[in-house]
């Protein structure tokens, strides 16, 4: 299986803020990776799909980067909704695999 | 806008079998692929397996041989039966639509709002 590790564990920061978040795979993926949000109690929410392209309706302050091992998620001016948990998802092969999350908190 | 909700029993008893169905509104299950998707309290997502509506499945490896993934395209519903429970299929279990139809494997564009499920005696 592909293991997906997402930097930081947790991320301390303020409203305004830029906030940037890694995730490296295991083995190359091209661009099949997405990102998502969980707020507590709720469904994941897709942001990002094919590593960079943003999914309709989410706001343009989330841009997804990267290819082959190394993708990062970067929220440009962080907002009061954003804080939340955030995970990246490879889908090159299955089993499809997740890294275990970042939670954005209030600093 | 498609919307999924998942159905079933809130607990299960251990050894006994999970049986949960996730109905698709707003939109044909017809043509995309469908998945369930786990997460236990307090840790990330676990895959546990598609199904397109042909009937065509893929199931992770580690529950393979408890699981079963069904599809009634008349009904536009899907379901999962997870046999031999115990306490580690304790989880929110959610269902899911596949973003592009295109692909054999892709994203999630459309979740259910999930299911706690407790597997306790």
């Known amino acids: 299986d592909i293991q997906m590790t997402q930097s930081p564990s947790t991320l301390s920061a303020s409203v305004g803020d830029r906030v940037t978040i890694t995730c490296r795979a295991s083995?190359?993926?091209?661009?099949?990776l997405a990102w998502y949000q969980q707020r507590p109690g709720k469904a994941p929410k897709l942001l990002i799909y094919e590593a960079s392209s943003l999914q309709s309706g989410v706001p343009s302050r989330f841009s997804g980067n990267g290819s082959g091992t190394e993708f990062t998620l970067t929220i440009s001016s962080l907002q009061p909704d954003d804080f939340a948990t955030y995970y990246c998802?490879?889908?090159?092969?299955?089993?499809?695999?997740f890294g275990q999350g970042t939670k954005v908190e209030v600093e | 806008q498609v919307q999924l909700r998942e159905s079933g029993p809130r607990l299960v008893k251990p050894s006994e079998t999970l049986s949960l169905t996730c109905s698709v509104f707003g939109g044909s299950i017809s043509s995309y692929y469908w998945s369930w998707i786990r997460q236990p309290p307090g840790k990330g997502l676990e895959w546990i397996g598609y199904?397109?509506?042909?009937?065509?499945?893929n199931y992770n490896a580690p529950l393979k041989s408890r699981l079963t993934i069904s599809v009634d395209n008349s009904s536009n519903k899907f379901s999962l039966r997870l046999s031999s429970v115990t306490a580690a299929d304790t989880a929110v279990y959610y269902c899911?639509?596949?973003?592009?139809?295109?692909?054999?494997?892709?994203?999630?564009?459309?979740w259910g709002q999930g299911i706690p499920v407790t597997v306790s005696s």
């Open positions: 199904i397109h509506y042909s009937g065509s499945t």
């Open positions: 998802q490879q889908y090159t092969t299955y089993p499809w695999t």
């Open positions: 899911a639509r596949h973003g592009d139809r295109s692909r054999w494997s892709s994203y999630v564009d459309q």
């Open positions: 083995q190359s993926i091209s661009n099949w």
